[in-house]
């Protein structure tokens, strides 16, 4: 019988690491801590296989500053971390400096006397992932290890002590985890060991609630299913998405969505998802799309790009726009100052209460593009005032031209086509961005006819 994993992070070493090499490499912007942490997460899960997650823990002192910039004299950069951790299943270890004392290492003490007494426990915790690249832990990774535990350890790239790995069961840089992934996500086979999973539950029982198969896969797996490895924001979007590959068909039922296995002589896409509007299958000069414009591809290329832009589902945009532009504004449309960090939560807050799945992820993403897309601008008296390139750290608010949530979509579905096609363009595609794979990506797999004449309306604008 597998035993059970614990998952201890180094949350101050792991977070500057990873901001620094954030800035090394990007002028401007803010680096998005989440994003990092739901992959960290997905990480952990993956390296512990078959052994059971029991401990999630990230120690820091949550009150810890450094110098701010502008009006703000300081930066308390980790007091947000707390919600992060804890949407994602991760207990969060406040760790006090006392005054006076030179224990500047203090969560790195809890860490080390955390893990020994959990190797002690009779929970059989046989499996260690430590997130730190402090070479302070060899003597803690010695002792595990004595005891027959097996390390794993995630270091960030730059940040790493390179003696620390040669005493590790396992060393991997959390950089060459991302890379992988994306290499994962673009090979067509990583879809065979879901396919079959798939097959062997329609084979018990068919056809299965869109509900259902999450759970079930999961099971089926060995492993926690999470479409998101496959650019998809629910399990409902992957079924679409990938219906042909697994061999299945998705038709509406009474209550919701089901889905069954394909008959082995029916080529047919009949009952796969809405029915293609022709006009779809045309590029904005009427010509067929071009070879190599696919969503998958869409999708790919504004993931591994800098900055990497995660697209979400037409209808969590809608939800989110309109919570964004609630926020922002108030009764008569006068414009309202915002903290970005208090607008994500009050957002996130809003969309939870709706029941939106992962919905701290999803605000995070879209409120990064709308920023990045031109929708806010500087509130803070004086020179920068109403400027929409400003370090996110300043009061922010809705940019006087935006007047409806409406137009803050428009702007989003701007931007990520402005910057596909700057991709698209680095990459040696021949053509520009695609009408049928931009409106699937943007506005789903069953578009309002307004986002497609949207859609439309930017392309011929690029044109």
């Not at 990092?36 to 390296?47: G, K, N, R, V, W």
């Not at 426990?121 to 070479?135: E, H, K, M, Y």
């Not at 005493?167 to 065979?192: K, N, P, S, V």
């Not at 990497?308 to 309109?322: A, E, H, K, M, P």
Request: net charge negative.
């Amino acid at each position: 019988m597998a035993g059970s994993a614990a998952l201890l992070i180094d949350l101050e070493n792991f977070f500057l690491g990873r901001e620094s090499n954030y800035f090394r490499t990007h002028q401007g912007g803010t680096y998005e801590f989440p994003i990092d942490l739901e992959s960290l997460c997905s990480f952990a899960t993956d390296i512990a296989g078959r052994h059971r997650l029991v401990v999630r823990r990230a120690y820091a002192n949550f009150n810890d500053r450094r110098p701010g910039s502008g009006e703000r004299q300081w930066d308390y950069y980790l007091q947000p971390m707390p919600r992060f951790l804890m949407e994602r299943g991760v207990e969060p270890v406040q760790v006090f400096r006392f005054p006076g004392g030179g224990n500047k290492n203090a969560a790195d003490m809890r860490l080390a006397m955390d893990a020994t007494v959990l190797r002690q426990t009779p929970t059989t915790i046989d499996l260690f992932i430590l997130v730190t690249g402090d070479a302070d832990f060899i003597p803690v990774v010695l002792e595990l290890q004595r005891t027959g535990a097996h390390v794993v350890v995630i270091g960030v790239e730059g940040c790493t002590n390179s003696i620390f790995q040669r005493y590790c069961d396992r060393f991997e840089f959390f950089e060459d985890l991302l890379a992988a992934r994306e290499l994962q996500r673009l090979d067509d086979h990583d879809l065979t060991p879901v396919r079959v999973a798939m097959r062997t539950i329609l084979e018990r029982r068919s056809p299965i609630k869109f509900a259902a198969v999450k759970p079930l896969l999961s099971d089926q797996l060995g492993t926690p299913f999470n479409p998101s490895r496959w650019g998809c924001d629910s399990t409902g979007d992957f079924l679409r998405k990938h219906a042909t590959t697994l061999g299945v068909v998705l038709k509406r039922g009474e209550h919701d969505w089901e889905v069954s296995l394909r008959a082995h002589d029916d080529l047919a896409l009949d009952g796969v998802v809405a029915e293609r509007d022709p006009e779809l299958e045309l590029d904005s000069d009427g010509e067929g799309a071009a070879e190599g414009h696919t969503v998958e591809v869409y999708v790919e290329t504004l993931r591994t790009g800098m900055p990497r832009c995660y697209v979400v589902g037409n209808s969590d945009l809608r939800t989110i726009t309109d919570a964004i532009f609630q926020t922002v504004t108030d009764a008569s449309g006068k414009r309202i100052p915002v903290m970005h960090p208090d607008l994500l939560n009050r957002v996130t807050e809003t969309c939870d209460a709706n029941g939106m799945e992962e919905a701290g992820r999803k605000v995070r993403d879209v409120t990064f593009q709308l920023f990045k897309a031109g929708c806010f601008q500087c509130a803070v008296e004086g020179p920068l005032f109403g400027q929409t390139d400003f370090h996110w750290s300043k009061p922010a608010m809705l940019a006087l031209d935006i007047e409806t949530p409406t137009a803050l979509r428009r702007r989003c579905f701007d931007y990520l086509i402005k910057l596909l096609g700057r991709r698209l363009e680095l990459r040696g595609a021949s053509q520009r961005v695609q009408l049928a794979p931009a409106v699937e990506l943007l506005c789903g797999a069953e578009p309002h006819e307004d986002d497609i004449a949207l859609v439309r309306e930017l392309l011929a604008e690029k044109a």
